[in-house]
């Protein structure tokens, strides 16, 4: 079956740059999240959209942004870039429309700031 | 925060079965108990949910007490590919944002 694609996988950046992850849900899904899980944390809800709108935000940094286009795929924008960004960055999705909400994960972009 | 608490760490044998225990005292009528499964930074994994009724899939078995205050992760015949830290979270929903707490490290030894 088809699953929530990320790219890249994994992304080096220098201090003060700029980095775009992408997340492609799975077909027909219509909700995207996004979540952190730094160095020995357990992940973190940064953001969610239903229908191309922002439907909860968690502790997403301001220097980060989101959007979801019209395809349903995701991208989490993230400027000047710092150390503590250094991380695991996980999408997920799933339908609210459909029999099931269940949230699916994706395999993650590993984000590391040099 | 987590409305969940587990065992920081268990290890069951391989073969046997694995029970992993949650409580969450605090749930509400309309929660759902969720659970998650990390291999290794790997994306993760959804393995069950339920409500009131026991649930039962290919991956596991959910068993919730009567009060819905505690719940066991019963994985009946563990393998090594199950060492993964297993996640029990509470939501209303799952469209909604998930809360992740500090999880149980499960080791299945060979």
């Known amino acids: 079956a088809a699953g929530v694609i990320q790219s890249p996988r994994h992304l080096i950046k220098e201090k003060r740059e700029t980095a775009t992850l992408k997340c492609y849900p799975i077909p027909r899904h219509d909700t995207v999240y996004w979540y952190q899980q730094g160095p020995g944390q357990d992940p973190q809800f940064l953001i969610s959209f239903y229908e191309k709108m922002q439907s909860d935000k968690g502790s997403i940094p301001d220097r980060f942004s989101a959007q979801q286009f019209s395809d349903y795929h995701s991208e989490l924008n993230m400027s000047s870039l710092e150390l503590g960004d250094s991380a695991l960055y996980f999408c997920?999705?799933?339908?609210?429309?459909?029999?099931?909400?269940?949230?699916?994960f994706g395999p993650g972009t590993r984000l590391t700031v040099l | 925060d987590a409305k969940t608490t587990q065992p920081t760490s268990m290890d069951c044998a391989e073969g046997r079965a694995a029970n992993l225990p949650c409580n969450h005292s605090t749930i509400s009528g309309n929660e759902y108990v969720y659970w998650y499964r990390q291999i290794h930074s790997q994306g993760p994994q959804y393995i069950i949910h339920g409500l009131k009724n026991n649930e039962t899939n290919e991956m596991a078995s959910l068993i919730i007490t009567e009060d819905r205050k505690s719940s066991t992760l019963i994985l009946p015949h563990a393998t090594l590919r199950d060492t993964a830290v297993y996640y029990c979270i509470v939501s209303e929903d799952s469209s909604y944002k998930l809360i992740f707490g500090s999880g149980t490290r499960l080791l299945v030894r060979p």
């Open positions: 997920a999705s799933s339908s609210l429309s459909g029999i099931t909400d269940t949230q699916y």
